[in-house]
């Protein structure tokens, strides 16, 4: 069975993400920090007959991400690994000029530093699958000026960008930038709480999401609405 860990993997789009992929036999590993919630995560994805490791933690933690990849390693090898769990900064979502300087280093220590020392940790099983790969769970935040998103949408920028360095540098391993769109997440709850409009389920991001892992297209940087509308 192909291997695959999500991290970020309790709730959400790493759930729901985590379930598209026990549906169609994956075996999982799973990194959140609230490990009641990521249990819960990983018995509803054993409930299509894989193997889930829950293994609670902080992906910061460079001792978290060692433990990530040797549960991979247990469980046969790494063939996908999916850089999901995100910090906003700030909550609620304020202007740049009254941005915590420690809560935007605290995003990018989340986003984008977090997610570059799991791919070291993970690369020498990625590169052994042949056919390894790597997710990066990106934003729109990342492309477009949004007010009060600067300190979230630079890391993700920043993110998109150590992607794209890294496909050119691992040419045997595809490397994608996901843009989820908008979903009805806690994250996005956290950001801007006053927001009572209704927003798609993160489950609708499973079709893309699985058309990217599945069809394996170049790495570059895909948005799951284009990709589940080429499916």
């Known amino acids: 069975m192909p291997v695959a860990v999500?991290?970020?993997?309790?709730?959400?789009?790493?759930?729901?993400l985590a379930a598209g992929l026990a549906e169609r036999g994956w075996d999982l590993v799973l990194g959140a920090r609230t490990a009641p919630v990521l249990e819960e995560s990983a018995a509803a994805a054993r409930a299509y007959g894989t193997r889930v490791a829950a293994v609670p933690g902080d992906v910061r933690e460079a001792a978290h991400r060692r433990e990530l990849v040797a549960a991979a390693g247990r469980f046969g090898g790494l063939d996908l690994l999916v850089s999901n769990a995100s910090a906003l900064g700030a909550e609620p979502l304020v202007p740049l000029a009254r941005l915590p300087i420690e809560g935007l280093r605290a995003a990018l220590e989340t986003n984008v530093v977090a997610a570059l020392g799991l791919v070291q940790e993970a690369l020498p099983l990625l590169r052994a699958s042949g056919r390894g790969s790597v997710?990066?769970?990106s934003s729109d935040a990342a492309a477009e000026a949004y007010g009060t998103w600067g300190g979230y949408g630079a890391s993700k920028a920043a993110l998109d960008q150590l992607a794209a360095v890294l496909a050119v540098e691992e040419?045997?391993?595809r490397v994608w930038s996901l843009d989820p769109g908008d979903m009805a997440t806690d994250?996005?709850?956290?950001?801007?709480?006053?927001?009572?409009?209704?927003?798609?389920?993160?489950?609708?991001v499973v079709p893309g999401f699985l058309a990217l892992v599945e069809g394996r297209p170049a790495s570059g940087r895909y948005t799951a609405q284009a990709l589940a509308a080429a499916r």
């Open 6 to 16: 999500i991290t970020g993997g309790s709730k959400g789009l790493g759930r729901a």
């Open 135 to 137: 997710v990066a769970v």
């Open 171 to 173: 040419p045997d391993v």
């Open 187 to 204: 994250l996005y709850a956290a950001a801007v709480p006053g927001d009572t409009d209704a927003r798609p389920d993160p489950v609708t």
